[in-house]
Structure formats: structure tokens, C-alpha cells
């Protein structure tokens, strides 16, 4: 049987008080239908790689379960509560997806799911009120307890992504394969000394450790006699130079005389820059003084005219009472009487 349902309220309450014998209340599991309103792809968070899943919104149009007195089915009301459901889609769903353009800009909601009927199971509190007469039907209160329902394809048997407008059915996706920007030749190679591949890292190790070693060894006495031998015909050349004579004195001379020379200029530029610092400090302080000085005669001038004009106004109401008080003065004066008819 089917009948109406009331959105639960004070008026279920009482009635439940005064018939306890002909009423009941239960928390039960019931299939919601529900017309959805509107339909949107939402995204999961930083937790769940962003996966995107769908939320469908809508009014409850009738309820399913055993509310008992034979009842299988309830209408609810015109102002009937909103369910919301998360639908969640598995790897599969979400290939396919992607193959359709998911992630394109063309790629829209399934608008043909508004005005559709959903069917989920939702938890009610429900309060059934047995009827007075056997040929009336019961009254039945439902207040829905969980309007936010999680729903996929295996526990509702809805397969949702063919709702879905293909955006790329004459695209089909290929897969590319990622090209790295190529290294000169110079940066390859020093890539390469820096980072080995791992199938050579231990051969080349044993060839630094044991082979490239005497090596350096050598390179580095070579340089050395090489610096020394032209240190020496330096110093030959100077011999051929009448009153010329270079020595390890005048090496370090020249470097010190350098140094110090590097350090003068560097202590005139740190003092211009403090100049400059000082220059710059001392003009913003006569700015400030300037603007203290122009806001202060600003502050005198409004003083003087704020007491000027109160001063007038003064003048100007003690006038008016003077003359008030001559016209009140003229006007209570008896006038002298005439005679009528005198010759």
C-alpha cells in the first residue's frame, strides 16, 4: 500500500504521547527516490590526488521500506528535504572518462541527469500512527537522518559515466613519449664526470682511486717547474735592464701597495656613501620641519578666523536684542487720544 508522508515535527511528537498503544517509532533503512536538481564534477583533495567524483543533488520524491500496517511506500510532501550524493568512480570509470575529455577545456557536466529519478538507500526516523477507522489510512511522519549519501557503481548498480558527452571521439589519445632537451657537448661531458651512469660508477671510481692519481701527481710538478722556469727567465730578462732588479721584495711590495690602494678607495666610497646617507637624513628632517611649521600656521589662521567670526556673531545678536527691546519699548507706549468733532 502507499500513501503520504509528513515531514516529522512537534505534531508527530504529540501524537506519539497521546497514543502509545496505536503508535511507533523506528530508525530504518529505506530506498530514497529522488529527482535530481543538478549535477556537477567536484574534486577530492591533496589526499586523493584530486580524484574527481560526481555530485548529484535533488528533492526526495517518495520513500521505500516496511513502515508497517501493510505500508511498502510513502509520498513525501511538497516540502519534501534534498538528498546529496557523492558518487565516486572506479579506474575504469575514470579511463574512460579521460578518454571521452576529461581534462579539456570542452569537457561539460551531464546535464541529461537533471530531472532524472535516483534511487539510494538513506537511513529515516519514521513514526507511525495507526488509524482510528479500518477504512482510513495511517498517518506516517519521516524525518530523514542521513541526506549525504556516498554511492558508486557496485553498491547502487548506476553506471553514470554514459551520462557523459564525448568531447574527443574523432581524437584519439596517443601516447607521447617525453623528450628531454638535449645538453652541448661541453655540459654532457661534465653531466657525465659529475654524475656516472650506475652500470660504470664503480669502474670509474677504481679508475680515479688507482690510475688517475700518480697522474695528478705529475700534472701538478709539471706546472710547478713550468711557473718556476718563467719566473726565472723573468728574472733573466731583468738583468739585461742596467739598474733594473726585480726581487720576492718587490713582488709582495707592489701586492701590499695594491692592497692598500684597494682599501683607500674602498673607505672614500664608504664615506661619500655616508655623506650622501647624512645629506639625504638632514633633508628629510627640514621637510618634516617645514610641514610641522606650515600645519601649525594652518592651526593659528583657523583659530583666529573660528574666533573672529564667533566674535561677530556676538556683535551681530547683541544688535538684534537692542533693537528688539526699542521695538517692544515703541509698541507698549500709550498713544494720547484725539477729539472728535473740535472746532
Excluded at 15 to 20: E, G, K, M, S, T
Excluded at 116 to 137: G, P, Q, R, Y
Excluded at 279 to 303: C, D, I, T, W, Y
Aim: net charge negative; glycine share 4%; charged share 35%.
Amino acid at each position: 500500500m502507499k500513501t503520504v508522508a509528513l515531514r516529522a515535527s512537534r505534531t508527530a511528537d504529540y501524537l506519539l504521547a497521546r497514543n502509545p498503544s496505536g503508535a511507533s517509532r523506528k530508525t530504518m533503512k529505506v530506498m530514497a527516490n529522488f529527482v535530481i536538481d543538478n549535477a556537477g564534477l567536484e574534486y577530492h583533495g591533496r589526499d586523493l590526488h584530486h580524484r574527481p567524483y560526481l555530485v548529484l543533488m535533488g528533492k526526495v520524491d517518495s520513500l521505500v521500506g516496511e513502515f508497517g500496517g501493510g505500508v511498502t511506500e510513502v509520498s513525501m510532501a511538497k516540502d519534501s528535504e534534498y538528498m546529496t550524493c557523492h558518487y565516486d568512480f572506479n579506474e575504469a570509470q575514470l579511463e574512460k572518462l579521460v578518454a571521452m575529455g576529461l581534462f579539456t577545456k570542452e569537457f561539460r557536466d551531464p546535464v541529461r541527469l537533471q530531472d532524472s529519478m535516483l534511487e539510494v538507500e538513506t537511513v529515516a526516523d519514521v513514526i507511525f500512527i495507526e488509524a482510528d477507522k479500518e477504512n482510513e489510512s495511517p498517518i506516517i511522519f519521516v524525518d530523514i537522518l542521513k541526506s549525504y549519501v556516498d554511492i558508486d557503481e557496485q553498491n547502487s548498480g548506476y553506471d553514470l559515466v554514459d551520462e557523459f558527452d564525448t568531447v574527443l571521439r574523432d581524437k584519439p589519445l596517443t601516447k607521447v613519449a617525453a623528450k628531454l632537451p638535449s645538453l652541448s657537448p661541453e655540459l654532457q661531458a661534465i653531466s657525465d664526470d659529475l654524475f656516472p651512469p650506475k652500470d660504470k660508477e664503480e669502474e670509474v671510481w677504481e679508475e680515479v682511486v688507482l690510475t688517475d692519481a700518480p697522474e695528478v701527481a705529475e700534472d701538478k710538478e709539471s706546472v710547478e717547474d713550468k711557473i718556476q722556469s718563467e719566473m726565472n727567465a723573468v728574472t733573466k730578462d731583468s738583468q739585461d735592464v742596467p739598474g733594473l732588479v726585480i726581487t720576492e721584495e718587490d713582488y709582495s711590495t707592489d701586492t701590499d701597495n695594491l692592497i692598500k690602494q684597494f682599501n683607500s678607495e674602498l673607505d672614500i666610497a664608504e664615506t661619500k656613501a655616508e655623506i650622501e646617507k647624512a645629506k639625504m637624513l638632514v633633508h628629510e628632517e627640514v621637510l618634516a620641519q617645514e610641514e610641522k611649521e606650515r600645519k601649525e600656521k594652518l592651526e593659528e589662521a583657523k583659530r583666529l578666523r573660528e574666533e573672529r567670526e564667533a566674535k561677530e556673531a556676538k556683535q551681530m545678536a547683541e544688535a538684534n536684542a537692542k533693537l528688539a527691546m526699542e521695538n517692544y519699548s515703541d509698541n507698549s507706549m500709550p498713544t494720547e487720544p484725539t477729539m472728535a468733532g473740535s472746532c
